[in-house]
């Protein structure tokens, strides 16, 4: 049973425009989340990360919102760039939950930002 | 480079063999993590050593799976007896620390076995 589900497995976007990826998950023991960004033949990268007590957190380009009630995560880039195209994976863990830490991820979404 | 390096990069090898991924992590880094992504999936935790604790062996999806750090630093990850679907791309990372939201997990490029 998948804890944090990318349902979209690829997202095309015109350069300059708005790339808005999407996450959802189900354990409601989750208070922390992150976005990862892959490119071929590398390891992922961190890219941003939330707080299960904010509901926003921006940085540069890059914005991540948080709906708790609806157990749903999303990334924002704005605007795309050719150099955003990559896959990009959601994780979640339990970190102040006295659990083992461990990084749930998500199968990821490959992002294809077109000239 | 200063970061976290894998080796071999790909490792084809036959169906019942033995295999050994090797990891070295950020050096000063105390924490490392493997981490295996099967074809259309995603990330698999496997294995976290922290300094000189137990292992967290609970992602390990066999006993034909085991992994040591020696002094510390780096890491082995060995299948013994390979089975095809254990063909995936093995990633390794490491932190400053141990698992917290504050140590970020800087990932090596992975190893792609195929088992054939």
């Known amino acids: 049973d998948q804890q944090v589900k990318q349902n979209s497995p690829s997202l095309s976007v015109q350069e300059g425009r708005i790339s808005i990826l999407n996450c959802d998950y189900t354990n409601s023991m989750f208070d922390y989340f992150l976005w990862y960004k892959k490119y071929p033949a590398e390891g992922p990268t961190f890219l941003i990360s939330i707080s299960s007590i904010k509901d926003k957190n921006e940085d540069g380009r890059f914005t991540v919102f948080l709906n708790k009630s609806a157990k749903h995560l999303s990334l924002h880039i704005v605007p795309s760039q050719p150099g955003d195209s990559a896959v990009y994976f959601c994780?979640?863990?339990?970190f102040g939950r006295g659990s083992q830490g461990n990084l749930i991820f998500g199968k990821g979404t490959k992002l294809s930002v077109k000239p | 480079g200063a970061g976290v390096s894998q080796s071999p990069s790909n490792k084809v090898t036959e169906k019942g063999k033995d295999v050994e991924l090797r990891c070295d992590p950020i050096?000063?880094?105390?924490?490392l993590y493997w981490y295996r992504q099967s074809l259309g999936q995603g990330l698999e935790f496997l294995i976290y050593?922290?300094?000189?604790?137990?292992?967290?062996k609970s992602g390990l999806p066999s006993d034909r799976f085991s992994a040591e750090r020696t002094g510390g630093s780096v890491s082995t990850l060995t299948i013994q007896r390979t089975q095809q679907e254990d063909s995936a791309v093995y990633l390794c990372?490491?932190?400053?620390?141990?698992?917290?939201?504050?140590?970020?997990?800087?990932f090596g490029p992975g190893t792609r076995l195929t088992v054939l």
């Open positions: 994780a979640a863990s339990a």
């Open positions: 990372a490491s932190s400053l620390a141990g698992r917290s939201s504050y140590n970020e997990q800087f």
């Open positions: 050096s000063g880094h105390t924490a």
């Open positions: 050593f922290q300094g000189n604790s137990a292992p967290d």
